[in-house]
């Protein structure tokens, strides 16, 4: 079945400080793997997309990264904000057709 | 640049009710999607439409009814409403199917819906 994990659930930091969200998945055939931000009350927004070909894709102090060979993709927030406070979640689209696996997500609190 | 709007935001149903959540967009994409996502689960596609005229189910349809006269707009019908349809219910677009790689989602901000 395919799946996506992601890990922590939730985390708390202090504001400036960097974080790492990890993302691991078994979909198979894999197409690509999506990062999206998702504000509370709001729909999600795409942060970054990358094939099984891209190691690492920037988007300001979001960068994730993609190890397609154990199947773990991770997102990095460098000098967080209390505007990164959301929850991260991971995507990963099958080679074909229209389905796209959701990960649960990862709440973060970013605190002053 | 509206993206994709959805209405209405809340509704509170009893249940046997039906109702039609509506999503319209204007950017001209042909796909158009519904999904539902429950409390620290991921999202689930109910439908999906690759064009005007065209519908086909996603991994959770039991339930719900789709129709897309035309480009813009993709409402999603709930005929008999249970419980079990608690959600908060995200319709999203893309310019081409959600695998291709030069293709992101975009959603619009959802319908937060309780059936008692």
């Known amino acids: 079945k395919n799946q996506v994990e992601q890990s922590p659930q939730s985390l708390i930091i202090l504001e400036g400080k960097n974080c790492t969200l990890q993302?691991?998945?078994?979909?198979?055939?894999?197409?690509?793997l999506r990062w999206y931000k998702q504000d509370t009350g709001r729909g999600p927004v795409s942060l970054t997309i990358?094939?099984?070909?891209?190691n690492t894709k920037s988007n300001g102090r979001y960068t994730a990264t993609l190890d397609a060979d154990t199947k773990q993709s991770s997102l990095h927030i460098t000098a967080s904000q209390l505007s990164d406070s959301a929850s991260y979640i991971c995507?990963?689209?099958?080679?074909?057709?229209?389905?796209?696996?959701f990960g649960g997500g990862t709440r973060l609190m970013v605190k002053p | 640049n509206a993206g994709v709007t959805q209405t209405p935001k809340f509704r509170i149903l009893k249940i046997g009710q039906s109702m039609t959540l509506q999503c319209t967009q204007d950017?001209?994409?042909?796909?158009m999607y519904w999904y539902r996502q429950d409390p620290g689960m991921g999202l689930k596609l109910i439908y999906y439409?690759?064009?005007?005229?065209?519908?086909d189910k996603g991994e959770v349809p039991n339930g719900y009814n789709v129709s897309r006269s035309t480009t813009e707009d993709f409402p999603l019908r709930l005929e008999l409403a249970a419980p079990s349809q608690t959600s908060v219910y995200f319709c999203?677009?893309?310019?081409?199917?959600?695998?291709?790689?030069?293709?992101?989602?975009?959603f619009g901000n959802g319908t937060r819906l309780t059936v008692t």
């Open positions: 999203a677009s893309s310019r081409r199917d959600s695998a291709n790689y030069n293709s992101p989602l975009h």
């Open positions: 950017m001209n994409h042909n796909y």
């Open positions: 995507v990963v689209s099958l080679n074909a057709g229209n389905m796209l696996t």
């Open positions: 990358m094939t099984f070909s891209e």
């Open positions: 439409s690759v064009g005007a005229g065209i519908t």
């Open positions: 993302c691991n998945y078994t979909v198979s055939p894999f197409s690509n």
